[in-house]
Nanobody, 115 residues
Framework: QVQLVESGGGLVQPGGSLRLSCAAS????????MSWYRQAPGKGRDLVAH????????NYADSVKGRFTISRDNAKNTVYLQMNSLKPEDTAVYFC????????WGQGTQVTVSS
């Protein structure tokens, strides 16, 4: 079955960096675009970044442009989110999403940005 397992979240000070990983299994990873979403407490789930099948095309939410970078390694069935210059407003649960028919979500990883 399809599995998406996020890792790399944690507590970081403002201005710091984290790299999230999402390991995929149960489907042909290099046939599908991938995205990262996030959900802050009491808010909806918002798109953070999107990457095409080959990684040649990426898109970002305005709030993270220039600070976050999405990438993928199709040989490792993994998508990454490099997050730099983190701000307290980046605090959220971050979810990996596979654009399969019907879509598939990971369980999420908590990112907390606080001094």
């Amino acid at each position: 079955q399809v599995q998406l397992v996020e890792s790399g979240g944690g507590l970081v000070q403002p201005g710091g960096s984290l790299r999230l990983s999402c390991a995929a299994s149960g489907f042909t990873f290099n046939n599908y675009p991938m995205s990262w979403y996030r959900q802050a407490p009491g808010k909806g789930r918002d798109l953070v970044a999107h990457i095409s099948i080959t990684g040649g095309s990426t898109n970002y939410a305005d709030s993270v442009k220039g600070r976050f970078t999405i990438s993928r390694d199709n040989a490792k069935n993994t998508v990454y989110l490099q997050m730099n210059s983190l701000k307290p407003e980046d605090t959220a649960v971050y979810f990996c999403f596979a654009h399969l028919r019907g879509g598939s979500w990971g369980q999420g990883t908590q990112v907390t940005v606080s001094s």
